[in-house]
C-alpha cells in the first residue's frame, strides 16, 4: 500500500521560509517521479513543481520559480519543497504526488497517488 506523508506545513509572517517534507513509502520510491501541487481555498488544485526519479531534472510553475525549491532524497524515501521569499498567494494546502509517468507532469490526473496534504498559511 503506498503512502505518502507531508509534514512541515505552518503559518509563517510574508517573506519567511518553509520546508515540506513528504516521505513515501510502500513503493520504489527511486523508480518514480515526485511532484507539488497546491489548493488555494475556493481553487483548483495547482501543480508547484516537480522532479524526476534521479533528481536530475526538475520544473516549477512561474508562480514559484527563484523562490522554491524541490529536491529528493531517496535513501530516505522523501521529496522536499524549500519554499523562501513566501508570499499570502503562497496560502494553500500543499500536497505531495507520485507518478510513474514521465510526461505530462503539470497536470494532477498524471499522478496516481496522493498525500493527505499541508497547510501553508502565509500571513501579510
Known amino acids: 500500500q503506498v503512502q505518502l506523508v507531508e509534514s512541515g506545513g505552518g503559518l509563517v509572517q510574508a517573506g519567511g521560509s518553509l520546508r515540506l517534507s513528504c516521505a513515501a513509502s510502500?513503493?520504489?520510491?527511486?523508480?518514480?517521479?515526485m511532484a507539488w501541487f497546491r489548493q488555494a481555498p475556493g481553487k483548483e488544485r495547482v501543480f508547484v513543481a516537480h522532479?524526476?526519479?534521479?533528481?536530475?531534472?526538475?520544473d516549477y510553475a512561474d508562480s514559484v520559480k527563484g523562490r522554491f525549491t524541490i529536491s529528493r532524497d531517496n535513501a530516505k524515501n522523501t521529496v522536499y519543497l524549500q519554499m523562501n521569499s513566501l508570499k499570502p498567494e503562497d496560502t494553500a494546502v500543499y500536497y505531495c504526488?507520485?507518478?510513474?509517468?514521465?510526461?505530462?507532469?503539470?497536470?494532477?490526473?498524471?499522478?496516481?497517488?496522493w498525500g493527505q496534504g499541508t497547510q501553508v498559511t502565509i500571513s501579510s
Open positions: 522532479i524526476s526519479w534521479n533528481g536530475i531534472s526538475t
Open positions: 510502500g513503493l520504489t520510491f527511486s523508480s518514480y517521479t
Open positions: 504526488a507520485t507518478t510513474h509517468l514521465r510526461f505530462r507532469l503539470w497536470i494532477s490526473g498524471s499522478y496516481d497517488y
